[in-house]
């Protein structure tokens, strides 16, 4: 008899919990496999899904011959060079409206840098025009949830510097940037450092086997 009343209590356990579980907000995906996409692109896409998704991208393999700087000027087609990854570069406003609520600067003609290997995109990364990191922290939060890490500045504790997300191999870094000349050339006519807020998606794994062997 007590044996009975022991299983009625663990399968009323049973429907309770599963009741439990089907009230629960059901996310497309969870947070885990968020920090693995920026917008509609997603790490280990192929160049192909890239490009469909963004038509105005300019894609292509980079040389080192004239410049270190990766812009679209720059990128050449080589397909015979399997040792060099493929770059792409979108600068299309309207297409960078849609990846990002807060303005893209566009630096070197490459706003938002894509690169990949032969297992697909393992690196997304691009600079945002605001000033302060504390600006975007709360949409970043809202799509890919609390972050793992947040540091702020030692000599004012309310001026956030960085943020972070890490799952295995993937890492999506939000960080206080300074562009500007270099303060030791003592140009006289140097423009002041100008900060910006920077974000970089990668993944570990597939950065240390580039070549996909």
Known sequence: MTRIKTLEVTDQLFVVAMAVLLLLPHWPDSYAERIRRIGKDKLGETVKQFQIHHPKAICGKFTFVYTMEINAKNLVR???????????????????????????????????????????????????????????????????????????????????????????????????????????SKNPSAEPWLETVSVSLWDGDLIIDRRGK
Request: with cysteine; charged share 25%; hydrophobic share 35%.
């Open 78 to 184: 080589a397909e015979d060079r399997d040792d060099l990854d493929t770059n792409c570069c979108l600068n299309d406003k309207d297409s960078l409206n849609e990846i990002s609520p807060f303005p893209i600067l566009n630096l070197h003609a490459c706003a938002f840098h894509a690169v990949f290997c032969k297992r697909g995109l393992y690196r997304l990364n691009y600079m945002l025009d605001v000033r302060s990191v504390n600006t975007v922290l709360s949409t970043f939060k809202e799509f890919y949830g609390p972050p793992d890490r947040t540091f702020s500045d030692p000599a004012d504790p309310s001026k956030l510097v960085f943020f972070d997300w890490f799952r295995g191999g993937t890492s999506l870094e939000v960080k206080l940037s300074q562009l500007g000349n270099d303060e030791e």
